[in-house]
């Protein structure tokens, strides 16, 4: 299973990969070491938490952020692809709403921004942010042993063939003005 990351969908799309995965709020709550309230805060609110924590949730969860695998590569694939286009930070910050020493801030630590400013930040990029599952994975190792060898994996019927484990999967988008809606099982 794999999303097309949409703002206003996000909250359930990271519930669906929850109730896949078979993962409580309380189990994720301690994982993240966070209360269980604030689990519930983020799957209403996803746009509000900061870049770590998401990456955070969806190590939890065993999914896959694509095209930016983990905060590592993040960094240097965002300048790359600011520089791709042309744009200074001042142009690129005038774009996304933002000064230029904000831009400044997340090309030098983007860990620490908004999953909303994140998501703007790409679509002045024109680019889109997919999470899920593209070969199925575990959740993170303080889950594995309630979860169970022998889980079941959340997987759609048919799966794509990946030759890059940074190739996006090809989703059949819906006609304009409708959105992707995720499976809420």
Request: aromatic content about 6%; proline content about 6%; charged content about 15%.
């Amino acid at each position: 299973m794999q999303y097309a990351v949409i703002p206003t969908q996000l909250g359930a799309q990271l519930k669906a990969l929850r109730l896949a995965q078979q993962v409580s709020v309380a189990e994720l709550a301690d994982y993240m070491q966070i209360s269980s309230s604030r689990v519930w805060g983020i799957e209403r609110n996803p746009l509000a938490i900061k870049l770590h924590q998401f990456y955070l949730l969806m190590t939890a969860l065993g999914a896959d952020v694509h095209p930016f695998p983990d905060l590592a590569t993040l960094r240097p694939m965002l300048i790359e692809a600011r520089r791709a286009t042309g744009l200074t930070q001042a142009r690129f910050g005038q774009m996304v709403g933002v000064t230029q020493s904000r831009i400044a801030h997340i090309e030098s630590d983007p860990a620490h921004i908004s999953m909303d400013l994140f998501l703007k930040v790409l679509a002045s990029l024109r680019m889109r942010l997919f999470i899920g599952q593209l070969v199925y994975r575990e959740p993170a190792a303080a889950l594995r042993n309630r979860v169970g060898a022998n889980a079941e994996p959340a997987l759609l019927a048919e799966q794509p063939t990946v030759t890059s484990a940074l190739q996006p999967v090809a989703l059949a988008l819906p006609a304009a003005g409708l959105f992707l809606q995720a499976p809420l099982n």
